[in-house]
């Protein structure tokens, strides 16, 4: 069973910076597209940052400049770096192949930018 489980969110002020890791379950991220999502409150949930395969990532415009995706293979691991953060990037942050097994979402790691 595919699972995901993610770490690192909390509470943080306007402009500042937090470190996303999500730990992959059941599957080797090297063979797959893996992705970062959130859901802000109220509204659906937004594909944020894909790292593929290879070495090529992209980014959701909203978040290009700001958020850096990564990976580390070795350890099943996939990390979403977050700098200039502003209260619009509250929200629920989930990691997920991209495109996502749709029956293994994990609780994902709260973020709130406030002051």
């Known amino acids: 069973q595919v699972q995901f489980v993610e770490s690192g969110g909390g509470l943080v002020q306007p402009g500042g910076s937090l470190r996303l890791s999500c730990a992959a379950i059941?599957?080797?991220?090297?063979?797959?597209?893996m992705g970062w999502y959130r859901q802000a409150p109220g509204k659906e949930r937004e594909w944020v940052a894909t790292t593929s395969r290879g070495v090529t990532t992209t980014y959701a415009d909203f978040v290009k400049g700001r958020y850096t995706i990564s990976r580390d293979n070795d350890k099943n691991t996939v990390f979403l770096q977050m700098n200039s953060l502003s209260e619009e990037d509250t929200g629920v942050y989930y990691c997920n192949r991209n495109p996502p097994f749709l029956n293994s979402w994990g609780q994902g790691t709260q973020v709130t930018v406030s002051s």
């Open positions: 059941g599957i080797t991220t090297r063979f797959y597209n």
